[in-house]
T-cell receptor, first 116, second 112 residues
Framework: KAGVTQTPRYLIKTRGQQVTLSCSPI?????VSWYQQTPGQGLQFLFE???????NKGNFPGRFSGRQFSNSRSEMNVSTLELGDSALYLC???????????????FGPGTRLTVT | DAKTTQPPSMDCAEGRAANLPCNHS???????VYWYRQIHSQGPQYIIH???NNETNEMASLIITEDRKSSTLILPHATLRDTAVYYC?????????????FGKGTHLIIQP
């Protein structure tokens, strides 16, 4: 099976702009989670979608949002970009939802966002 | 509060077994131990998980102490490609609103 794919791989934006990142999960996986990774804060959970519904959310401001489509593909959007939003954004898919014991996640390569 | 404690870095010679410790002294009865690793510039990779029994798969073995307060990930024959940051994560079954909580992990460096 193909792995998790994320587009674009690299992105440069200016403060105040908005950005949309895309994630295609492994075929058959219905759960998609998003994480932000920065050198200072490490890997932090943003949110999780399952069957087009946001089920879990991390501690991020409302500028960070997402959605999931009927084919399980997901997008995340960041509005009014700040310099601190520069990070590697990782998407992970899982065959099961978070509320199950065996929660294996399969990560994509990430989108490196630079805000100038 | 960190749920797990790992050494920040470790070295291991190529071809030898790499033993990565993790302390999770406050683990509760329904929490599983997961291990992931992240090779530079890639997304994290799932390795193995367990509840209380030792587990083995094609990548590694997981040894969990009887009191479940600590565990060891064993890479039996380390190669240079195993150089990565290894994360030990505890997560409860049946829910949790915060996804996977990654700490700082152990940077394992395999020496030729």
């Amino acid at each position: 099976k193909a792995g998790v794919t994320q587009t674009p791989r690299y992105l440069i934006k200016t403060r105040g702009q908005q950005v949309t990142l895309s994630c295609s999960p492994i075929s058959g996986h219905r759960s998609v989670s998003w994480y932000q990774q920065t050198p200072g804060q490490g890997l932090q959970f943003l949110f999780e979608y399952f069957s087009e519904t946001q089920r879990n959310k991390g501690n991020f401001p409302g500028r960070f949002s997402g959605r999931q489509f009927s084919n399980s593909r997901s997008e995340m959007n960041v509005s009014t970009l700040e310099l601190g939003d520069s990070a590697l954004y990782l998407c992970a898919s899982s065959p099961l939802g978070q509320s199950t014991p065996n929660y294996e996640q399969y990560f994509g390569p990430g989108t490196r966002l630079t805000v100038t | 509060d960190a749920k797990t404690t790992q050494p920040p870095s470790m070295d291991c010679a190529e071809g030898r077994a790499a033993n990565l410790p993790c302390n999770h002294s406050t683990i509760s009865g329904n929490e599983y131990v997961y291990w992931y690793r992240q090779i530079h510039s890639q997304g994290p990779q799932y390795i193995i998980h367990g509840l209380k029994n030792n587990e083995t798969n094609e990548m590694a073995s997981l040894i969990i102490t009887e009191d479940r307060k600590s565990s060891t990930l064993i890479l039996p024959h380390a190669t240079l490609r195993d150089t990565a940051v290894y994360y030990c994560i505890v997560r409860e079954a049946g829910g949790g609103a915060d996804g996977l909580t990654f700490g700082k992990g152990t940077h394992l460096i395999i020496q030729p």
